[in-house]
């Protein structure tokens, strides 16, 4: 398989408080990795550790094949070529929704304003909310700002995007459209996704792979497609995270 | 694969290979620009897009803008073997090319004098909420001197350790140095006339009556007021004063009076304590600067001062608590919104509390010509 980013032994945490001890994963192009575990288990460290916000302990973080803690040129190359939605969607609040999705552009492009506004308002489209792109972020909804967060992060065409737990704060049907919306980018653009959740339905819908990890062992305790783990892991851990819930089944027949 | 392979042109084809990139824009605006003559002498240009299989946005603009351009003049477009995301990215940008993106509104003198209503009508409005949270604190308050029990000692102890204890070192240090300075000043000018026995007087009268209360209200205001603005306003931005009310909590006896009480108790002393070190202060300049005896500086103070001078100072800080207390936590309680919200709502509470501290001074000082003997005719 074709890997995009790895993480190779990687030791992190935060600050002395040690979260994830030799972790070993592989993204591949274009596929939909998520990763799951209980609260507290890692999920937004390790993505944190992806990122480069954090640094990792020991271990290395490859993207494209390149160490991204090589040097600070990486590092900015890199995050260039990622994009990030936010829990919050973490929108500028003094920006219309048009302004935040044209900030990348002006970060890391020397197009002029009218040509960003134009690329903007395209990806305002993707998502939907052209309509909406001179509002501000607190006159929209919730699942708008989510939105509004992804177009955003989509500003630079990038080769993965990164979401910190999408569903967050979403009635069901907002979510699955949010679900349906990544997926469908996913499908047309061939963006490679990481995808940090807990919500079982989005899951099932959107992943192509799963990764589980455990607060205890500090490390993946399961790795598969949503269904294998839900179906063929004898470990009590996977089974009592994905047994609860049983119309997801029903959802997936 | 390079920048410099995916533009391939042959006449006035133009074939594009792979993924253009959003790094490849700087290299494509040079190439269109290069060759921009060529087409316009030809009038054509033919896009072939059959070994592309799609198009960042950033470029894809790029390429639309140079296509409308060359249109414009005439030239002729063609387009082949577009994948679909191509052909619906440039859709978009036709879609949207003629929303006029505009940074600011046009401002003219009517938007101007629009402002200046709006701001008049904020300001009344402010008031006019300040009043009313007012009656409801001093509802609150009443409620509380019926049951004392009922007050919340431990938060009022709390805050009367952080307004009160915490302001003495800065507000002692303050108006030292204000009463040394103007001792100083002040005596040093009446040295000339040969009148500087009177600069006791001078300095206790303005100390006691205006720079101590004063000077001790504008730091309470910057210290506890903005504190008090800034605390209940992140309650409000993380919803924590929602939680209060939806557990049932009274809002005013769990934020505001609690502040107030406390505030209440201490700035008297402040001021007290803000008196005592202005006059020390004075006295200070009077022996290094002004060869001016201890003995003679205090038995001066004795003859000009009367014990009304210090009292009304401590009853005007009582009414400049209830400024600053209500003040501080009606901004808090008003925010509404994000982070910056609170930032805001901090500086409100500082720029209207010194102003209506300043005001209820000017009232109060009125009212004192009156009452105190040997000023009125």
């Not at chain 1, 979260?19 to 990795?33: A, C, S, T």
């Not at chain 1, 973080?61 to 829990?87: A, H, M, P, T, Y």
């Not at chain 2, 049951?147 to 102890?157: D, E, G, S, T, Y």
Request: net charge negative; hydrophobic share 45%; aromatic share 10%.
């Amino acid at each position: 398989m074709n890997a995009i980013l790895q993480v190779e032994n990687l030791r992190g945490g935060w600050e002395k408080q040690l979260v994830l001890d030799d972790v070993n994963l592989q993204v591949n192009r274009g596929e939909i990795l998520v990763i799951v575990g209980r609260s507290g288990c890692g999920k937004s460290t390790l993505m944190q550790h992806m990122l480069g916000l954090l640094k990792p302990w020991s271990g290395k973080i490859l993207f494209n094949e390149r160490d991204i803690w090589e040097s600070s040129q990486v590092l900015q190359e890199s995050r260039r070529r990622w994009g990030v939605l936010f829990q919050s969607g973490a929108l500028l609040g003094n920006l219309t929704l048009l302004e935040n999705v044209m900030l990348p552009l002006e970060e890391y492009t020397d197009i002029s304003r009218p040509d960003m506004a134009l690329v903007a308002y395209s990806k305002l489209d993707t998502v939907d909310l052209a309509d909406f792109a001179d509002s501000n972020p607190m006159e929209v909804s919730g699942g708008m700002q989510k939105r509004a967060g992804l177009a955003r992060a989509m500003a630079l065409d990038p080769e993965v995007l990164f979401f910190d737990e999408p569903s967050a704060g979403l009635d069901p049907v907002t979510s699955s459209n949010l679900d349906n919306l990544i997926k469908s980018i996913n499908k047309s653009l061939g963006t490679t996704m990481v995808i940090v959740t807990h919500e079982l339905p989005s899951i099932f819908a959107i992943s192509d792979r799963v990764v589980m990890l455990d607060p205890e062992e500090h490390n993946i305790i399961a790795e598969g497609t949503a269904m294998e783990l839900k179906e063929n892991s004898t470990d009590s851990r996977v089974r009592a995270f994905f047994g609860r819930e049983e119309f997801t089944e029903k959802k997936e027949e | 694969m390079k920048s410099t392979d995916k533009l391939i042109l042959d006449g006035t084809q133009l074939s594009i290979h792979g993924v253009l990139e959003t790094h490849d824009t700087d290299y494509l605006r040079v190439f269109l620009e290069k060759n921009k003559a060529v087409f316009f002498d030809a009038g054509k240009l033919g896009l072939d897009f059959s070994d592309s299989p799609g198009i960042d946005s950033v470029p894809g603009e790029i390429l639309y803008k140079f296509c409308r351009q060359l249109a414009r003049a005439g030239v002729k477009i063609t387009r082949i073997g577009a994948s679909k995301s191509i052909d619906s990215l440039f859709a978009s940008f036709k879609k949207h090319e003629s929303a006029s993106y505009s940074k600011k509104r046009q401002i003219g003198i009517h938007e101007h004098f629009e402002d200046l209503g709006e701001g008049v009508y904020t300001f009344l409005k402010t008031l006019s909420g300040l009043w009313f949270f007012a009656g409801e604190t001093l509802n609150a308050f009443i409620g509380m001197i019926l049951h004392p029990l009922k007050i919340r000692w431990p938060m009022v102890f709390y805050y009367m350790e952080e307004t009160g204890v915490k302001a003495v070192p800065i507000v002692a240090t303050l108006t030292l140095l204000l009463g040394t300075v103007m001792g100083y000043q002040s005596g040093f000018q009446m040295q000339i006339f040969g009148a500087e026995n009177f600069m006791p007087a001078l300095l206790a009268y303005s100390i006691t009556w205006e720079i101590g209360p004063m000077l001790a209200a504008v730091l309470v205001a910057g210290r506890s007021g903005s504190a008090f603005a800034a605390e209940i306003g992140t309650m409000q931005v993380r919803q924590e004063v929602d939680a209060l009310r939806v557990m049932g909590f009274d809002t005013f006896s769990y934020l505001v009076t609690p502040k107030m009480i406390a505030l209440l108790f201490v700035m008297p002393f402040l001021v007290l304590l803000a008196n005592c070190s202005g006059i020390f202060g004075g006295l200070l300049a009077g022996i290094f600067f002004l060869d001016f005896p201890a003995s003679t500086y205090i038995s001066e103070l004795g003859k000009a001062l009367i014990p009304l001078d210090i009292i009304w100072g401590m009853m005007k800080s009582v009414i400049y608590a209830v400024i600053i207390a209500n003040v501080g936590c009606f901004m808090g309680i008003r925010v509404r919104g994000g982070a910056s919200a609170v930032g805001k709502a901090t500086t409100a509470a500082v720029v209207l509390s010194i102003f209506l501290v300043i005001l209820a001074d000017a009232l109060m000082s009125l009212l004192f010509v009156h009452i105190r003997p040997g000023l009125s005719v």
